[in-house]
């Protein structure tokens, strides 16, 4: 089969770590006998330097003509200060989700058995779980305000809404997801307060009747959060609206101790879904041949998976980094004091070997 794939390289370490993902996609083409197209695709701080906004006129149309995006990542300090909503990479980020329509935001958080010192956690070290996360909605999209008061200095407010429609959608998501693993779907809102969870909380609880082989739970957010670092096995499948789920991603990446391991994926109902490290541009590094490319790498086994229903390749990479990994090759990030580390490019090319 032919695809083509749309490149969002964007800052910092981005293009080094997409580059070593395209050398792998290339690998598999020649193995599996697929040829992939690329597209590159300015967005990000890059874009804010070229052309003065960090979304490009056309990014959406362009992305929408390939089968899938892949994404390094995007902002940096240099970038971080403006208020012209133009000039924020988060924006484009933002903008993107919207446009695209990628409502399932996946991130799994997996603990590597040849990794298990990296978890900060004493007892637990069976470590699986995926959270999805609602990536357009809520108060990420509602309706912002800021105004003067008469008598209160000041006033913020950012809204909160969830339709019926949205959560049943993610929701399913949920679902369908934790009936590919291990049958657990724990869903996260704040019942107790917030108006908008008890109707997500309506929905899930609908849902889970037509899914009945799947062993379903509601959890209090700030449960969760206490629950993924007192003991993260119970969990298998976590699904929650957009604002919880970025801070709960960002906990579970954490306690597998590896963040340059874990890949997202964003979807929605069409083509492109869009594939995407969890780490940032990390702009320290850059260019220095010492960021770990196993994020996008990995992320491009999830496009495998999850765009092109291609398991086999999927696997195909999952095991190669796997080997790797056991065999004891370690780039910075992971590697413990005293251990002989890696490169990006090194890293890159242990890989490919083993496919
Ligand atoms: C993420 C990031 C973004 C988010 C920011 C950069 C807008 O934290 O992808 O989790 O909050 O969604
Ligand atoms: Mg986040």
Known sequence: MNYKIALIKGDGIGPEVVGEAVKVMDAIGEKFGHKFEYVDILMGGCAIDAVGKSYPEGTAEKCKEC???LLGAVGGPKWGHSTDPDKRPETALLSIRKDLGLYANLRPAALQPALADACPLKNDKNIDLMIVRELTGGVYFGKKNRYQTEDRGEEASDLMAY???????IGRRGFELARLRGRKLASVDKANVLETSRLWRQVMHRLAEEY???QYEDV????AAMQLVRDPGQFDVVVTENMFGDILSDEASMITGSIGLLPSASIGDTAPGLYEPIHGSAPDIAGQDKANP????LSVAMMFRYSFDLPAEAKAIETAVDAVLNEGWRTADIAKPGEEVVGTLKMGGLIRERL
Not at 294 to 297: D, N, Q, Y
């Open 67 to 69: 089968d899938a995006v």
């Open 163 to 169: 339709s019926e429609k949205e959560i049943e959608r």
């Open 212 to 214: 009945p082989d799947v």
């Open 220 to 223: 209090l957010v700030d449960n």
């Open 294 to 297: 196993i994020a996008t790498i």
